[in-house]
């Protein structure tokens, strides 16, 4: 049988730099195809991830966002303005 193995390395869709598992870090699903894009949890890569996600809905692709906590975040139901301070606030995201 043969087993195949995955290195688990995650690569920012923003700006191609590696994102540590433990680092927070944003994921968007593509619920069709079942592939995942992660972006950096500093604004910069989030203010990409909210364009290109919504261009891709433009598109009419169905997503699914999660939110990826730091391992060490303090917070049982972390959010966004989590106790672990893992995302920065985007500024030209509010919706
Ligand atoms: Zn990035
Ligand atoms: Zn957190």
New binding site residues.
């Given amino acids: 049988m043969r087993r195949v193995s995955r290195p688990r390395v995650i690569r920012c869709a923003a700006c191609a730099g590696r994102i540590k598992p433990q680092h ?1 870090h944003i994921g968007v699903e593509d619920l069709e195809e079942g592939v995942e894009f992660s972006y950096h949890a500093r604004s910069g890569c989030q203010i990409r991830c909210a364009e290109e996600t919504a261009t891709r809905l433009e598109a009419g692709k169905v997503y699914a966002m999660h939110h990826y ?2 391992s060490t ?1 303090p ?1 049982e139901a ?1 959010g966004f303005g ?1 106790a ?1 301070g ?1 995302f920065d606030t985007p500024m030209a995201v509010a919706n």
Wanted: hydrophobic share 0%; with cysteine.
């Fill in positions: 927070p906590h730091s975040c917070d972390p989590c672990g893992c």
